[in-house]
């Protein structure tokens, strides 16, 4: 059969399925309408959730710990996105906004070390090193807000990362028990973004999931005194 003959074939099977009767194309516009609805609820609640705890470097309250996300590494090195979170947090900290940073990433691998490359960085940008504490165990956001709270003992934070996820961010870092503000970082509207925005609404889904069941990080483990260890060195 040719390619046109297939296409007819399917066409006219498609329109098999359209209701016959108006009272039916009625409630397949409405099921339609419903399914578009319930696929929104979870972005919906996470902007409604992060919006109102979204601040800038400079306006955002003070906190005893400032919380950056991993975004990729390029060559060992912190992706350009990652690089503008730490940019940020270590704007943070010479402005007296937090005294720790907690760098939480992914090293599941041994040739992949997500936060020994954010530690690098941010001390190479005036952060001293015994201010970093790393979570290598941070391989989604609910696991890091999780982990933040359970293992490092964080009760409050400034969040950092990039417009597009800081929302689901804050929402997550909630309702694991972590009272936050976020920095938006700002970044290009390029193809990296509008990738990352697609993807925060099928990630929105997951993390209503999460908040609403808590579910135990990927890697729990033992409590990790660094953060209380940090702070106290602070001062």
């Known amino acids: 059969m040719s390619g046109t003959g297939r296409l007819r074939r399917f066409v006219a099977r498609l329109l098999r399925l359209v209701p016959r009767t108006r009272r039916g194309r009625r409630r397949a516009v409405w099921a339609a309408v419903a399914g578009c609805v319930l696929a929104l609820l979870p972005a919906t609640w996470v902007w409604a959730a992060g919006s109102p705890r979204v601040r800038t470097v400079e306006d955002v309250p003070s906190a005893p710990v400032a919380i950056v996300f991993g975004a990729g590494l390029w060559d060992g090195e912190p992706s350009p996105y990652l690089a503008h979170r730490l940019d940020a947090a270590a704007r ?6 937090v005294r720790v940073v907690l760098v939480t990433g992914d090293n599941s691998r041994t040739d992949y070390d997500e936060p020994d490359a954010m530690r690098a960085y941010l001390t190479k940008h005036g952060v001293p090193g015994d201010r970093i504490v790393s979570d290598f165990a941070g391989f989604d956001t609910w696991d890091s807000c999780a982990r933040a709270r359970r293992v490092f003992g964080v009760r409050q934070a400034v969040l950092v990362s990039q417009g597009f996820h800081i929302r689901r961010a804050l929402a997550l870092c909630g309702a694991a028990g972590i ?27 997951k993390a209503a999931f999460d ?11 033992p409590h990790e005194p660094g953060v209380e260890r940090a702070l106290a060195e602070a001062g």
Request: aromatic letters at 14%.
């Open 92 to 97: 943070l900290y010479r402005a007296g906004k």
């Open 179 to 205: 009272e936050a503000y976020g920095v938006g970082v700002p970044a290009v509207h390029d193809v990296t973004w509008y990738a990352g925005g697609a993807r925060e609404v099928f990630a929105a889904g």
């Open 211 to 221: 908040a609403t069941v808590r579910p135990g990080p990927t890697f729990l483990g």
